[in-house]
């Protein structure tokens, strides 16, 4: 007795497998998201059906927004400003533009690269488009691009971060005000939907970093030559 009823339940166990499977297909059962990575457990065409409906699953939302904490590595180097694929690092009117794509599954937290002053924190709608936004590449990638370019003054000069996002989107947070010191690695906004940040930066700065290396906010070293001590 002790046997059938055992077997019943394993079959039992079987049949609510199965069944969350094929409610669940084609993408993963609850009973073994947890233990898939990221990319895995939330397949992109997936995520992208919840961005059509602006609905999402609460356990991506929470892997989406966490901040964990940062430490940055000794030294003046440049930090990265946001976790991402490096994607261009294109030189145009004395100035390096360093950009960095943020997949679906990276922190969404940007972080100062160098200690500074802030001196703007500038907003630029669709209507930017129309100006330089048509010759860079990473603007041109936005149909109606919407940033948040964040100036900061070190010793050795200024240096910005631009988050951008779409309209559609348009939802960046900075938690900067103009005329704040801030530290190298520190917190300085958060793109909710974002998928470009761009560090800009001296030229003649020595690039530590290449096209398709992966970098880490406030962690991972890009550039020497244009920080403060």
Request: positive net charge; proline residues 6%.
């Amino acid at each position: 007795m002790t046997i059938l009823v055992l077997q019943i339940v394993i079959l039992c166990l079987v049949a609510a497998a199965i069944v969350l499977w094929a409610f669940y297909f084609p993408y993963p059962s609850p009973l073994i998201r947890r233990w898939l990575p990221p990319r895995k457990r939330w397949p992109e065409t997936q995520i992208r059906t919840w961005l059509k409906r602006g609905e999402f699953q609460r356990a991506f939302l929470r892997h989406f927004y966490s901040d964990p904490e940062r430490i940055a590595p000794p030294g003046n180097a440049m930090l990265a400003p946001a976790d991402g694929l490096v994607t261009g690092a294109q030189v145009q009117g004395g100035v390096r533009y360093l950009v960095i794509a943020l997949s679906f599954w990276d922190m969404h937290v940007q972080r100062s690269p160098v200690s500074g002053r802030v001196l703007a924190v500038e907003s630029h709608g669709d209507g930017f488009m129309d100006g330089e936004g048509r010759e860079f590449a990473f603007l041109r990638e936005k149909s109606c691009p919407v940033q948040k370019r964040l100036v900061i003054g070190t010793s050795a000069g200024q240096v910005a971060v631009r988050l951008i996002t779409s309209l559609a989107a348009r939802r960046i947070e900075t938690w900067i005000q103009e005329g704040e010191e801030i530290k190298r690695g520190q917190r300085i906004g958060r793109i909710l939907l974002g998928s470009t940040v761009v560090l800009e930066l001296p030229a003649a700065v020595n690039l530590l970093v290449h096209t398709g290396d992966r970098v880490w906010a406030g962690e991972t070293a890009v550039a020497e030559g244009a920080t403060c001590p």
